[in-house]
């Protein structure tokens, strides 16, 4: 009898682990940066290319860094969720344009609505490697200081905002 | 017509090889590119993650080696390079993350298996050489045996 328990324990004990594997989201890479400065950059605003846009301008206020482009599906999925988050007033979401055209970014944000307090535009995706974007959309959660305190990859989802970013949010702006 | 047809292919040919634009210039120099490849070899695609810096077309992946590429033009040593990657993107991006209390176990799990591998083949041999010893038979049961084996002998 005893002979049969063992090998059905392994198989229990492997079963736990590949069922914890199954629900871990291999995307979802732990960043360096959480807890550090959010990386400084000077870029153009879509809206205004005249005008430009560093995270210090943010300074004293917790705000979101979501970054965003027209080419990318995911983007559309969460965005109908940020539109209604922005109209909510939480916070402020500033939206990093990632390699995209200027031309599409506009009319994408027309067609399907503006949630950002304003849209940067890193063209070459260069300040996407300094906030090691490597799938959008990502979206940051930076503090008072200019710390970034979490980093989302992926679509937002109703349950991402109101488990982790909703809670982090309003902790951070007390 | 014959002439027509002469021009006409030679125009042909030629808008080939007017259309085919230059490959864009990967590297200026042979060198920054064998240690560019080095060091992206070691290096793990985030987009693609099975598939090293080297070896993937993600848009992302090109991005970074040019910035690899960039960075050994302004004369970074590779372990500086390593170091930018590890900053934005984690030990996750590096094939061989350093051994540091969070990766004691991906290091040493695998010698652990082994160990576990080892003493429970050393605990099987040894239970099986001790049951394939031969029974002990008493007086009794040895006569019987005999008398069994004669009859059907016989």
Same mark, same amino acid.
């Given at each position: 009898?005893?002979?049969?328990?063992?090998?059905?324990?392994?198989?229990?004990?492997?079963?736990?682990?590949?069922?914890?594997?199954?629900?871990?989201?291999?995307?979802?890479?732990?960043?360096?940066?959480?807890?550090?400065?959010?990386?400084?950059?000077?870029?153009?605003?879509?809206?205004?290319?005249?005008? /430009?846009?560093?995270?210090?301008?943010?300074?004293?206020?917790?705000?979101?860094?979501?970054?965003?482009?027209?080419?990318?599906?995911?983007?559309?999925?969460?965005?109908?969720?940020?539109?209604?988050?922005?109209?909510? +007033?939480?916070?402020?979401?500033? +939206?990093?344009?990632?390699?995209?055209?200027?031309?599409?970014?506009?009319?994408?944000?027309?067609?399907?609505?503006?949630?950002?307090?304003?849209?940067?535009?890193?063209?070459?995706?260069?300040?996407?490697?300094?906030?090691?974007?490597?799938?959008?959309? =990502?979206?940051?959660?930076?503090?008072?200081?200019?710390?970034?305190?979490?980093?989302?990859?992926?679509?937002?989802?109703?349950?991402?905002?109101?488990?982790?970013?909703?809670?982090?949010?309003? %902790?951070?702006?007390? | 017509?014959?002439?027509?047809?002469?021009?006409?292919?030679?125009?042909?040919?030629?808008?080939?090889?007017?259309?085919?634009?230059?490959?864009?210039?990967?590297?200026?120099?042979? #060198?920054? =590119?064998?240690?560019?490849?080095?060091?992206?070899?070691?290096?793990?695609?985030?987009?693609?993650?099975? =598939? /090293?810096?080297?070896?993937?077309?993600? %848009?992302?992946?090109?991005?970074?080696?040019?910035?690899?590429?960039?960075?050994?033009? =302004?004369?970074?040593?590779?372990?500086?390079?390593?170091?930018?990657?590890?900053?934005?993107?984690?030990?996750?991006?590096?094939?061989?993350?350093?051994?540091?209390?969070?990766?004691?176990?991906?290091?040493? +799990?695998?010698?652990?298996?082994?160990?576990?591998?080892?003493?429970?083949?050393?605990?099987?041999?040894?239970?099986?050489?001790?049951?394939?010893?031969?029974? #002990?038979?008493?007086?009794? #049961?040895?006569?019987?045996?005999?008398?069994?084996?004669?009859?059907?002998?016989?």
């Amino acid at each position: 009898m005893k002979r049969f328990l063992i090998p059905l324990a392994v198989f229990f004990v492997l079963l736990i682990f590949l069922a914890i594997g199954l629900t871990l989201n291999p995307r979802d890479v732990p960043s360096p940066l959480k807890d550090k400065p959010a990386p400084a950059f000077k870029l153009p605003q879509l809206a205004a290319a005249d005008k /430009s846009f560093s995270p210090g301008d943010m300074k004293g206020k917790v705000w979101l860094l979501n970054v965003w482009a027209s080419w990318c599906v995911s983007c559309r999925q969460e965005h109908p969720l940020l539109v209604a988050f922005a109209k909510e +007033g939480t916070v402020p979401v500033v +939206g990093l344009n990632y390699k995209d055209q200027l031309a599409d970014a506009k009319n994408w944000l027309a067609k399907f609505g503006d949630p950002y307090l304003l849209s940067a535009v890193d063209a070459d995706g260069r300040v996407g490697i300094d906030y090691g974007v490597y799938g959008v959309p =990502e979206t940051y959660v930076i503090d008072k200081s200019g710390m970034i305190r979490m980093k989302h990859t992926g679509p937002i989802t109703p349950e991402s905002l109101k488990t982790q970013i909703l809670p982090l949010v309003a %902790e951070l702006s007390k | 017509m014959k002439l027509r047809t002469l021009v006409l292919c030679c125009t042909l040919l030629f808008a080939g090889a007017a259309m085919a634009r230059e490959a864009a210039p990967m590297a200026a120099d042979v #060198e920054i =590119e064998k240690r560019m490849v080095a060091i992206s070899e070691e290096l793990r695609c985030l987009v693609c993650q099975n =598939e /090293s810096l080297s070896g993937s077309h993600a %848009e992302l992946a090109q991005d970074l080696r040019r910035e690899i590429r960039k960075m050994i033009a =302004e004369g970074k040593t590779d372990k500086e390079i390593l170091d930018f990657m590890v900053a934005r993107y984690g030990d996750f991006v590096r094939y061989r993350p350093p051994v540091k209390p969070t990766t004691w176990l991906l290091w040493g +799990g695998p010698f652990l298996l082994l160990a576990g591998g080892i003493g429970a083949l050393i605990a099987f041999l040894r239970r099986r050489a001790t049951e394939s010893a031969a029974p #002990e038979l008493s007086e009794e #049961e040895r006569r019987r045996a005999a008398a069994l084996l004669d009859q059907s002998n016989s």
